[in-house]
């Protein structure tokens, strides 16, 4: 039985993850505290991923399984988020404490979830969390350096009211930064760990494209100008992460999808105050430290936490 306060719901979006799933439904199954429901959304899968699910759904009575139609072409950002809510709109998100949005490419530790339900009943004000990603690279796992502001966006903890309150994700691509900015905006906390219970395995290198890894981070430089980042931050992330691997070119790549859209103006997110937060945020990153003027920044909002109340 589901522990009081405890309850909580796993949502996946999946298209032709048979290389990766089996992996994922091995590690969320065998937690210490396993999902009150589980809804993976087949997002038209064409390979063994629709019977890999029905083998699974059979199994665990938590498993529920959303098909989709075949579009015709994968589509990373919108195109994840869409097949979210596809599995959103089947549940009473009342019915869950937490909701989290979970990749089917991850290795994850035993005591993953019931340790992130630990640090939010803790700290109150945890909107939402996450472990922290590794990935392997010739034989050893190295860290991808994900910020702690932040939960990754391959699992997306999240404390039911909060993510109710924030509005969600937005369906584009940066969905899992605006959502961690929105969060400190309505003075909420939003943070990863680098812990043993909760680093887990990247199946799939952060960033990369089913198209290449170039169109992979030159996609993420496009979701920073859409999101409102400024060039001397994007310039800064930019210059770290040709430090990380793929040395040079994953960083460059980011930074030319950031620059060229300087030049083509394509829309940004259309919310001018959270831009305006953003961008002072980012200015104090610079001038701080990312974790000296997210800390700050925290206790400033604290009287602007007004969580919605319960019936």
Known sequence: MTQTGRRYCLISPCRDEADYMVRTLETVTAQSQPPTRWVIVDDGSTDATPDILRDW????????????????????????IEAFYAGYETINPDDFDFVCKLDLDLDLPPRYFETLMDKMHAEPRLGTCSG??????????????????????????YRTACFQQVGGFVRQVMWDGIDGHRCRMLGWIAASYDEPDLRFTHLRPMGSSHR??????????????????????MTASALFRMTRPPLI??????????????????????????????RRYQWRCLLKGKAAATAQLNAQQQTAWNPPTTA
């Open 212 to 233: 290449g890894l170039w169109t992979g981070r030159m996609r993420h430089g496009f979701g920073q100008y859409f999101m409102g980042t400024g060039l001397a931050y």
């Open 249 to 278: 070119v994953g960083g460059l790549a980011m930074w030319w999808g950031y620059v060229r859209c300087l030049f083509q103006r394509p829309a940004r997110y259309d919310d001018l105050d959270f831009r305006k937060f953003l």
């Open 132 to 157: 922290k990603p590794y990935m392997p690279i010739d034989g050893e796992l190295v860290s991808e350096k994900c910020g702690d502001e932040n939960s990754v966006g391959m699992t997306k903890f």
């Open 57 to 80: 759904a059979a199994r665990y009575d938590y498993v529920h399984i959303v098909t989709r139609a075949d579009r015709g072409k994968r589509r990373v950002g919108p195109g994840v």
